[in-house]
């Protein structure tokens, strides 16, 4: 069954619209009106291999924050669509991803719950060209409450504010990767409760 999915967002504020394939090869296409924002979302599908078309416009005159945290809303959406009931998931998923001077760990369970731990200090305050580093964080906090997942992100160490975000955002995407594919040793959904949607 195909894991396709489109998802569309209209506010005062923003639009955004994604489709997610989650069986993809890494095609992309990214238009956002933050370049280093548009450069993390093109490393995050290449890397999880999840073909990721994202158009997204926003009042980035007045602050970035409406723009990012409306893409983490849709584009967790899409995961949970595309998940469907999750029949033969592997569900869990974890990735180590250095970058030069910077480690980072991501682990995603697509369980059904949101819950969010984000122990990566070091970008308080920090801009990367336009991008407030801040935003990274509810970026992807947008994303675990739409998708209903479990996703800790942890800096073990490192300093370069570039390094620790793309770093970041390529172990989501392997973590997201392992945990999304279908374990052909499963015929059915990964929990004892028999559902991983109520």
């Not at 760990?105 to 369980?111: E, I, S």
């Amino acid at each position: 069954m195909p894991r396709r999915v489109k998802v569309h967002r209209k506010t005062s504020e923003t639009e955004v619209e994604i489709a997610l394939d989650l069986d993809g090869t890494g095609k992309r296409h990214i238009e956002t009106p933050l370049p280093f924002f548009s450069h993390m979302l093109d490393a995050f599908a290449r890397h999880g291999l999840f073909d990721l078309d994202v158009r997204a416009s926003g009042d980035v005159d007045v602050d970035g924050h409406h723009t990012v945290e409306d893409v983490g809303l849709c584009l967790g959406q899409a995961f949970r669509e595309a998940l469907g009931e999750k029949q033969g998931i592997a569900r869990y998923g974890q990735a180590s991803i250095p970058f030069d001077d910077t480690l980072v760990d991501a682990v995603v369970d697509f369980g059904g719950r949101p819950a969010f731990v984000w122990l990566v200090d070091g970008l308080e305050r920090r801009w990367i060209g336009t991008f407030d580093c801040e935003l990274v964080h509810e970026f992807w906090q947008s994303f675990v409450t739409r998708a209903e997942c479990n996703l800790h992100v942890r800096r073990h160490y490192g300093e370069n504010a570039h390094h620790i975000v793309e770093a970041g955002f390529k172990a989501v995407a392997r973590a997201a990767l392992a945990a999304s594919r279908v374990e052909p040793r499963s015929s059915g959904v990964p929990s004892t409760k028999g559902t991983l949607t109520e």
